[in-house]
T-cell receptor, first 111, second 114 residues
Framework: GEDVEQSLFLSVREGDSSVINCTYT??????LYWYKQEPGAGLQLLTY?????DMKQDQRLTVLLNKKDKHLSLRIADTQTGDSAIYFC???????????FGTGTQLKVEL | KAGVTQTPRYLIKTRGQQVTLSCSPI?????VSWYQQTPGQGLQFLFE???????NKGNFPGRFSGRQFSNSRSEMNVSTLELGDSALYLC?????????????FGEGSRLTVL
């Protein structure tokens, strides 16, 4: 089946790094994504990585992809209170713009 | 550039009624996708339209339908509403279809079925 797993919660202190993990199942996925959802809002695309890449860095965000283990991670450096949100990983499946989303990880940043 | 606009933002219906939700994509975007978000099932793909044609459909009953107009605006309809249809319905637009997906989401329409 198409199950994308994430841990439900992560709590970090402001200024620390956050690492959000994701395990996906479809080895034919071509792109993998990270989205952020703040309360009452839609989803904001943070970054994406092509499946032939191992790593992608974009300012405070670092994405690591381990295709062998079907493991994707998002590292947020110098985490701020404004980073508190739910983070979803997603993979392209079935062609077109159909995404399969993970269960979401709620990140709480404490002072 | 205006973002993805969804209307209405909130609505309340009763079981058995039907509802129509609207989505205006970002100007120039030709692909519109719909997703349902619930606490229990998470985010689930409903369907995608590109150039007025349905490209993909998720595993939802036939009560869920959609369409896209020539100006790329899209509507989705849910008939014979059930309590379980209560959800946040998110619309996303993209410049293109295909595996280079880069979806821009609206803020959603929150449907409550009583």
């Amino acid at each position: 089946g198409e199950d994308v797993e994430q841990s439900l919660f992560l709590s970090v202190r402001e200024g620390d790094s956050s690492v959000i993990n994701c395990t996906y199942t479809d080895s034919s996925s071509t792109y993998l994504y990270w989205y952020k959802q703040e309360p009452g809002a839609g989803l904001q695309l943070l970054t994406y990585i092509f499946s032939n890449m191992d790593m992608k860095q974009d300012q405070r965000l670092t994405v690591l992809l381990n295709k062998k283990d079907k493991h994707l991670s998002l590292r947020i450096a110098d985490t701020q209170t404004g980073d508190s949100a739910i983070y979803f990983c997603a993979e392209t499946t079935g062609g077109g713009n159909k995404l399969t989303f993970g269960t979401g990880t709620q990140l709480k940043v404490e002072l | 550039k205006a973002g993805v606009t969804q209307t209405p933002r909130y609505l309340i219906k009763t079981r058995g009624q039907q509802v129509t939700l609207s989505c205006s994509p970002i100007s120039g975007h030709r692909s519109v996708s719909w997703y349902q978000q619930t606490p229990g099932q998470g985010l689930q793909f409903l369907f995608e339209y590109f150039s007025e044609t349905q490209r993909n459909k998720g595993n939802f009953p036939g009560r869920f339908s959609g369409r896209q107009f020539s100006n790329s605006r899209s509507e989705m309809n849910v008939s014979t509403l059930e309590l379980g249809d209560s959800a946040l319905y998110l619309c996303a637009s993209s410049p293109r279809t295909g595996s280079i997906g880069e979806l821009f989401f609206g803020e959603g329409s929150r449907l409550t079925v009583l």
